[in-house]
């Protein structure tokens, strides 16, 4: 989701768009450059990796680390802003980075296709054009002052495992169409709405976001119809899949939190999406002279924020201390409870005024839908206490409310092994089981599960960081990822 630029990016104005490829360069004149990159890495954590040239590799390095690895450079390098990585719904760089992939779909033998929300679809039918097709997908899109891998890595490390199945004369072979969407909005960013992209294709986006405005009062259609798109309602409609037409939806994207990390495996597989309630609460006092007002006569809004953040603080780092029994008479356990305020802004903001409005948001994650609501309950009433013993009002408005998004647990557990097989692979040895994670951060995933079974790998990144340029995943590991969808296709599809 998005996220504020990163503390130490320079606040420079929006400008022309910066790429290390020339604008007029074709899609072929990038793949020659490509194939002249040399090799980028040179740690070989794993065993095997002295076999590659010989014919016994199976592990396909040239294409699913080196040549993974530079195409993340590549559309890393492809950006609407000078400096850092900036590319938000159906902007120039966007489009760019869109006909990038198309070319990368291409050669990897599928059929191509941009639809009327940008998306990016690449297909190949395999045996049986009129099976249910598997869809692979992740976003082409960035928050502002972006990493390289968020989103992107889910894109390249599928196409390459289908361009290993089409050196090899495999892609003939798959019992049904497989399917590469590189969704055009999952961020957010431009709209302030996320999954413009992969919400159209699951048919849960309502025909009323083409009239969402950006700030600078251009429409969603108006975007479109720049790009040359024109959408009505009726194409609209037409956007979403029939389920009958889908057998499953699978994606791969780095974890943004520090687990796989800590526990030193590339991979895990993810049980579930958390649901959210994003909430907007606003206190109000009196405002006054900083120092004529006694402390005892005082109506503050920001001294009665703190409480109520640290009371947030409190019930979300101990909930069973806060809520009653569950039907069993068990004390309540939140699974995997975040909450955060994260902004928090007061009128008339002066060092010699007490305020007379304070407003912050709380953003609250967990897998546990009926968990989450009885926090919300919970808080509520208890922040409304605070307030009233400090004679102050406050208003709770709920800003957006998602539930959690289950992985399919057949889908899984297929996942879960094409992973453990990809790193025992690479080690040439037992290895330690796939961990099994849950993600508190949204993903297109979220949306395709109202269209289908959906399932997900997550790819160790440095330190759990993302939506910064200081985002990181090893050469191998973007390789563990490429050999995971490979073997889930070689042995699923
Ligand atoms: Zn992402």
Redesign the pocket.
């Known amino acids: 989701m998005a996220s504020p630029p990163h503390s130490s990016s320079p606040n420079r104005p929006l400008s022309k768009i910066r790429f290390t490829i020339s604008h007029n360069s074709s899609i072929f004149s990038l793949l020659v450059v490509l194939y002249l990159l040399p090799p980028l890495s040179s740690a070989h954590l794993y065993a095997g990796v002295e076999d590659t040239k010989g014919v016994k590799n199976d592990l396909f390095l040239e294409v699913l680390r080196d040549e993974a690895v530079a195409r993340l450079n590549v559309l890393g390098k492809v950006s609407d802003a000078d400096g850092y990585l900036e590319r938000t719904y159906l902007s120039p760089a966007s489009i760019i980075a869109g006909n990038i992939i198309r070319g990368w779909m291409e050669e990897a033998g599928l059929r191509t296709w941009v639809d009327q929300m940008g998306n990016v679809h690449g297909r190949v039918d395999g045996m049986n054009s009129s099976a249910k097709s598997l869809l692979i997908g992740?976003?082409l899109d960035t928050v502002i002052d972006a990493g390289i891998f968020?989103?992107a890595l889910g894109i390249i490390s599928a196409l390459s495992a289908l361009k290993v199945l089409n050196i090899n004369g495999q892609l003939k072979n798959l019992k049904r169409p497989v399917e590469v969407i590189a969704f055009s909005d999952?961020?957010g960013v431009r709209f302030q709405s996320a999954f413009l992209g992969s919400a159209a294709i699951a048919g849960v986006l309502p025909v009323s976001a083409l009239q969402i405005q950006d700030k600078s009062g251009v429409t969603v259609q108006n975007v479109l119809k720049e790009n040359s798109i024109e959408i009505s309602e009726e194409s609209f409609f037409e956007l979403k899949y029939d389920p009958e037409s889908v057998w499953g939806y699978i994606e791969l994207?780095i974890e943004q939190g520090p687990v796989l990390e800590s526990v030193g495996l590339p991979l895990g597989v993810v049980k579930g999406i958390a649901g959210q309630t994003r909430l907007k609460v606003t206190v109000r006092g009196s405002q006054g002279h900083a120092g004529t007002v006694p402390m005892s006569m005082r109506q503050d809004p920001m001294a009665a924020a703190a409480e109520l953040i640290v009371l947030l603080e409190s019930i979300c780092k101990h909930p069973e201390d806060f809520l009653s029994y569950d039907d069993q008479c068990k004390g309540f356990s939140v699974e995997s409870l975040v909450c955060t305020v994260g902004e928090i802004s007061c009128w008339p903001s002066a060092s010699n005024v007490i305020p007379g409005e304070v407003t912050f948001t709380v953003d609250m994650r967990t897998i546990d839908d009926m968990g989450r609501e009885a926090v919300i309950y919970e808080l509520s009433n208890r922040m409304h206490q605070i307030c009233d013993r400090r004679s102050v009002s406050c208003n709770i408005e709920c800003k957006h409310d998602a539930n959690a998004a289950a992985c399919d647990t057949g889908l899984s557990s297929q996942l879960k092994s094409a992973a453990y097989s990809a790193m025992k692979r690479m080690a040439g040895e037992d290895v330690d089981d796939v961990p099994v994670l849950m993600s508190g951060?949204g993903?297109d995933a979220m949306a395709m599960a109202h269209l289908t079974k959906v399932g997900m790998l997550f790819v160790r990144c440095r330190g759990g960081v993302s939506h910064s340029p200081a985002e990181y995943v090893l050469d191998d590991d973007v390789w563990a990822a490429g050999l995971a969808i490979l073997t889930f296709l070689e042995t699923q599809m």
């Open positions: 992740s976003h968020d989103g999952e961020e994207h951060a993903h």
